[in-house]
């Protein structure tokens, strides 16, 4: 083993369990890559980082983390958007990447075996020429991993028809707080009997143990797909159109909406498809399924359009402008930065039928806050993306880009909706939860966490408010104080 | 304590809500010295809380046709019915969502979203007796879950009491929401051991535009070449919204023809349903029949396959012991269990119906004959299942047989977090006494 520059003897031990070159980090210069994922505006250096290559390994870090009273957490890439894995406590990072093996793939009882560091999209490329691919598509897809997307129950712009990723997990490897390893449903059979633990652990922000194996599901590729993109001179007349659509009884595989800002950012950046600049609002719409059906809805959707006064609409003609219209769309978040030194993803659902009224008050928050506000979407299943656009240098900026986004957020729990549809809670909407959760509903959740993390020093602080004036929560006492 | 007395006591406690005196003799179990019927959800949480805190046990039902589903108890202090409890909340038709109270009957909710074109995409057993929360707190499911998942992935909200009383809601009203913990999912399948749904909000589909039913049956029995056949449709570009297969009784109860049948049902519009027809032919090997049920047929064969499963509301009239079992496998070994089903009938003298979803793994068998051979039967389709790494669970018994037959097989290894789950929300023990895995 190559001599270690510390003294530190967790560092040391630490070092022991994970063996070979490279597995571990503990310089600060080597940390500070890790002071932060997706969620930029908190920071905190870690412990260490280590790098295990398989579930012994991360069992084994756990049980001395547990024994030594150290907090830990896991992390896959580290594009999670809501801090979930930043270590405000001073973590030991557990560093998926390694454990990356696709184990098996079964394609006649549609199931594939992954360790958690797989990269999403490397599962569809490895089975694609079989002719199936994995349903969730986050737009981070080409370098998150599903170990991550279990944590966040990711979902993406085809989640409008195959449901997110907690609709395609069957199974999980799972190693708990204390360092016992765990298996759910490892054969994938659904309805296990007992408590649904598989529907408990996705979307628990890596709070409640660290999954080292998913066994999820995967779907033959549909016969035939359709994109349409249809721009349109009012906002109102695209929202219009969304609801149309869902109202004639037509399922699209996705239905995305992007603002004039929007189409300003993407424009600028690396994959422009020469998007009108003076349009109000796009929708980006797909239809897939078996051949016979699909000209019928799209022609119907044709129809919608024009009802609703779009200026032009057309359908894909092949499959690089299809790909072309995607790559638009999918790199959004990041084409911000063509138009803003900074920006702010937010991610909040709403009722579709609330999407004009919801579209004007964002509008009104912008103003109110003198920033300007990009709305990217899944329209379909109103979840909602405005983008805060700002300067970190500028004095101020920060925290008003932080405070119109928790707005925006207000806005969606006021008519009925929720502050995150994929992007989860982490650090930064901890305290939104009480727009939309009473104090004896948030323990009702804190409850949970006891059972599986009652020592809490796997991902402490994250996804809960800090405890209020009136109601104590005592397991919570070594809950960090975020500024 | 006397029947009368409990009702007294809780006469005194709770004037407004309707109460009887209740059945103490019942041979499924799972009743209540006293039967309450409170009309809102203030009335259901001042009874749990009072429970609660005087140490009564309680038992709930909704309509009642799962009360051979689990339980070691023949007779709770209270059942809690919740079969007035019922009614749309809200239905907000652009959204394709709704919120149902817990009692409402599963098709007056198919009904009402009927006129709207929308439907709940879950197809459960006696659809005109169960209410949506016991469809939802058993996780039932149909054979149309191969196109439409099952309850967790239709429920999107919850409001339950919890048994000190508190209102928690769970989830939210819109389609996507990753705000803190999925607690839906603990309440789906919980079989109301850790609180009582009020309120559930599900995520809706259009009505489909198109439906067809296709009976596929093959004389020959010859389990390979239908193995054969389900891999290559389901590699093939149909996408059918079930792929069940029936052993040769219940086909002949359900269609006439006493043979392995393959039930594989489209729904879309009425082009791709044809589309998917004319596939199937191609695809169908040469000796086996091929019988398409449209609109009153294709309903009536559902409504009829829905209904085989015994229902704790009706009393038995058979003289013989009936049961019926879930079984969870791998997709395509569902073929094995239901042969392995089958043959139950010559070695333990029995009438045995049973249909397994070749694209989802589940499977359900329904057995009628003398107890001793019921209770053998089980016990050795639960040994078959389990080499194929399933598992069985007995969803109707008679109290008699859940004493001999564990209805949810052995604790899994991790069963400290169930139990922790049950602590922490009901370390009283209050709801539905050992009527879950492992005797929670
Ligand atoms: C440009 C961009 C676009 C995005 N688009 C989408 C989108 O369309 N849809 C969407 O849902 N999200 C999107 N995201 C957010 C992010 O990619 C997802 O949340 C993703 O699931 C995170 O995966 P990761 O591997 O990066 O996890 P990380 O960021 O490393 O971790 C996220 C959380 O999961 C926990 N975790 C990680 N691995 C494990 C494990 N094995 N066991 C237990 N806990 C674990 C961590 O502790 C942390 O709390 C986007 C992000 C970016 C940067």
Redesign the interface.
């Known amino acids: 083993m190559p001599k270690l520059k510390t003294k530190d003897k967790h560092i040391k031990k630490l070092a022991e369990i994970v063996k070979g070159p490279n597995s571990i980090l503990y310089l600060k210069e080597d940390l500070l890559a890790y002071d932060c994922d997706g969620f930029t505006i908190h920071k905190h250096l870690p412990k260490a980082v280590v790098f295990p290559k398989d579930t012994e390994e991360v069992a084994a870090i756990v049980k001395y983390c547990d024994a030594n009273n150290l907090p830990f957490l896991a992390r896959g890439a580290g594009t999670g958007l809501s801090g979930g894995a930043i270590p405000l406590n001073g973590e030991v990072i557990i560093s998926l990447v390694r454990m990356k093996r696709l184990i098996s793939v079964d394609?006649?009882?549609?199931r594939a075996v992954v360790e958690p560091g797989f990269v999403n999209l490397k599962l569809t490329n490895s089975i694609s020429d079989r002719?199936y691919y994995y349903a969730p598509d986050p737009s981070s897809q080409y370098c998150c991993t599903i170990g991550g997307n279990v944590a966040?129950?990711a979902?993406g712009a085809h989640?409008l028809k195959y449901?997110?990723t907690?609709?395609h997990i069957l199974g999980l490897e799972v190693v708990l707080p204390n360092g016992e390893i765990?298996?759910?449903s490892s054969?994938?059979?659904?309805?296990?009997?007992?408590?649904?633990?598989?529907?408990?652990l996705?979307?628990?922000e890596g709070t409640?143990g660290i999954v080292t194996k998913i066994t999820v599901r995967i779907l033959?590729n549909?016969?035939e797909k359709q994109t349409v993109l249809a721009y349109f001179d009012k906002v109102s007349d695209g929202s219009h159109a969304v609801?149309d659509i869902?109202?004639a009884?037509?399922?699209p595989a996705a239905l995305e909406m992007m603002d004039k800002i929007a189409i300003e950012a993407v424009e600028a950046a690396a994959f422009p498809v020469g998007h009108p600049k003076d349009i109000e609002a796009l929708l980006l719409i797909e239809v897939d399924?078996?051949?016979?059906?699909i000209d019928?809805?799209i022609n119907q959707i044709l129809e919608v359009c024009k009802r609703r006064n779009v200026r032009e609409v057309k359908v894909a003609q092949d499959e690089q402008e299809r790909g072309r219209w995607w790559a638009n769309r999918k790199t959004g978040f990041g084409a911000m930065g063509a138009i803003s030194p900074d920006y702010l993803v937010q991610d909040g659902?709403?009722?579709?039928?609330k999407l004009p009224e919801v579209l004007g008050r964002i509008n009104q928050i912008s103003e109110e806050f003198g920033l300007r506000i990009a709305n990217i979407f899944?329209a379909g299943?109103?979840?909602l993306h405005p983008l805060v656009l700002f300067d970190a240098k500028k004095p101020g900026d920060t925290d008003k880009a932080l405070k119109a986004g928790s707005a925006c957020l207000k806005v969606c729990a006021d008519v009925?909706?929720?502050?995150?549809?994929?992007?989860?809670?982490g650090i930064e909407?901890k305290e939104e939860?009480r727009f939309?959760?009473s104090d004896?509903?948030?323990m009702?959740?804190t409850?949970?966490?006891?059972?599986?993390n009652p020592n809490n020093l796997l991902n402490a602080g994250k996804?809960?408010p800090t405890p209020g004036r009136c109601i104590e929560m005592k397991s919570d006492v070594n809950e960090p104080l975020s500024s | 304590m006397l029947v009368e007395e409990a009702f007294l006591q809780l006469q005194e406690q709770f004037p407004d809500v309707e109460m009887k005196y209740g059945k103490t003799d019942n041979y499924l179990g799972n009743s209540g010295l006293v039967r309450v019927y409170p009309s809102s959800e203030q009335q259901i949480s001042a009874i749990l809380k009072y429970a609660n805190e005087n140490g009564k046990t309680v038992s709930v039902e909704g309509n009642g046709t799962k009360r051979g589903f689990g339980g070691l108890t023949e007779t709770a202090d209270i059942l809690v019915s919740l079969s007035r409890y019922k009614g749309i909340v809200e239905h907000t038709v652009g959204d394709m969502t709704v919120t149902v109270k817990s009692g409402t009957v599963f098709r007056e909710l198919q009904g009402f979203l009927a006129k709207y074109n929308q439907q709940v995409s879950l197809d459960p057993s006696w659809p005109e007796d169960a209410t949506i929360g016991g469809v939802i707190a058993s996780n039932d499911s149909g054979p149309k879950r191969l196109g439409y998942g099952s309850a967790r992935d239709a429920v999107i909200g919850l409001r339950v009491v919890y048994p000190d009383g508190s209102i928690i809601r769970t989830g939210g009203k819109v389609v996507k929401n990753v705000a803190g913990y999925d607690t839906n999912k603990l309440f789906i399948g919980s079989m109301g051991t850790i609180g009582i749904i009020t309120e559930i909000t599900l995520k809706l589909r259009p009505s489909p535009k198109a439906e067809s039913l296709s009976l596929l049956s093959f004389p020959d029995a010859n389990l390979k070449e239908i193995h054969s056949f389900v891999v290559d449709l389901l590699d093939s570009m149909i996408e059918p919204i079930s792929l069940e297969l029936l052993n040769p009784k219940l086909s002949k109860n359900l269609t006439g023809t006493e043979q392995y049948t393959l039930v594989v049902g489209f729904e879309d519009v009425k082009s791709s349903v044809d589309y998917q027809i004319n596939k199937l032919k191609d695809l169908k090997p040469q000796n086996s029949e091929l019988n398409i049920l449209q609109d009153e047929e294709l309903r009536a064969f559902w409504d009829r396959l829905s209904c085989m499963i015994p229902n704790g509301k009706r009393v038995s009239s058979s003289n013989q012991t009936e049961a019926c079992v879930k079984i969870g496998v791998k997709n395509l070994d569902v073929v094995q269990v239901i042969r392995e089903s089958d043959l139950l009938q010559d070695s333990f003298n029995l009438k045995v119906s049973a249909h397994g979803g070749l694209g989802h793994g589940i499977c359900q068998v329904n057995l009628l004959g003398a107890q001793e051979d019921v209770a053998l039967a089980i016990s050795r389709l639960r040994e078959v299942v389990e080499s194929y790494h399933g598992y069985l669970i007995a969803k109707h018994l008679s109290l008699a047989l859940r004493h001999k037959i564990d209805v949810w097989g052995d604790k899994p290894t991790y069963f400290f977090l169930f139990e922790g789950i049950k602590k922490k929300i009901d370390p009283n023990r209050v709801l539905n006494e050992k009527r879950f895995v492992g005797g929670i």
């Open positions: 394609t006649e009882n549609r002719g966040e129950n979902g989640c449901g997110v907690t609709n765990i298996e759910i054969d994938g059979i659904p309805d296990a009997p007992g408590y649904d633990l598989l529907g408990i996705t979307g628990s409640l033959k549909p016969e609801s869902i109202s009884g037509i399922v399924g078996v051949s016979a059906g019928e809805q659902v709403i009722p579709r039928s899944h299943d109103g979840n009925g909706g929720s502050i995150t549809g994929e992007h989860g809670v909407k939860m939309i959760f004896e509903e948030i009702a959740q409850n949970v966490r006891e059972v599986f996804l809960f």
